[in-house]
């Protein structure tokens, strides 16, 4: 067995505590380093969104609905044709010689233009259309 002499445990003490000091200076002096030291600039998050082609020019008008036209603004007009001038075929969202030879029919006119679809509510669901009956 070892013996261990009380001037010994008393250097093993002091060097312990001497490493611990040590450290502990260490760390409070990188601390004090980090409170010190300037906070790096944080430049705000900035989105850009490249326009795509096309994004910047305005968007044509889709009126007068014509032989040719096609749409969603198409696709209402067949719909109302349909429920109320007994369309005969396929909704197709394009008004092709079919609608045309309908809507000569229904409304005595070839094209049929903002006031008319909106006079006439070709534009609004079946869903939401309000009758009076």
């Known amino acids: 067995m070892i013996q261990v002499t009380t001037t010994q445990r008393n ?17 409070l002096q ?47 007009l067949q719909i109302w044709l349909l429920r109320n001038h007994g369309w005969q075929g396929e909704i197709t969202k394009t008004f092709d010689a079919q609608t045309l030879k309908l809507v000569n029919k229904a409304l005595q006119q070839d094209t049929v233009d903002k006031k008319v679809y909106e006079q006439y509510q070709m534009g609004i669901p079946i869903h939401k259309q309000i009758h009076n009956g």
């Open 30 to 76: 990188q601390r004090q380093e980090a409170k010190q030291a300037p906070e790096p600039e944080q430049q705000p998050l900035t989105i850009v969104q490249q326009p795509k082609e096309g994004m910047l020019k305005k968007k044509k008008g889709v009126f007068p609905l014509q032989e040719g036209s096609t749409g969603k603004e198409v696709e209402r």
């Open 11 to 27: 250097m093993l003490a002091v060097a312990a505590l001497t490493g611990v000091g040590l450290l502990a200076h260490y760390w």
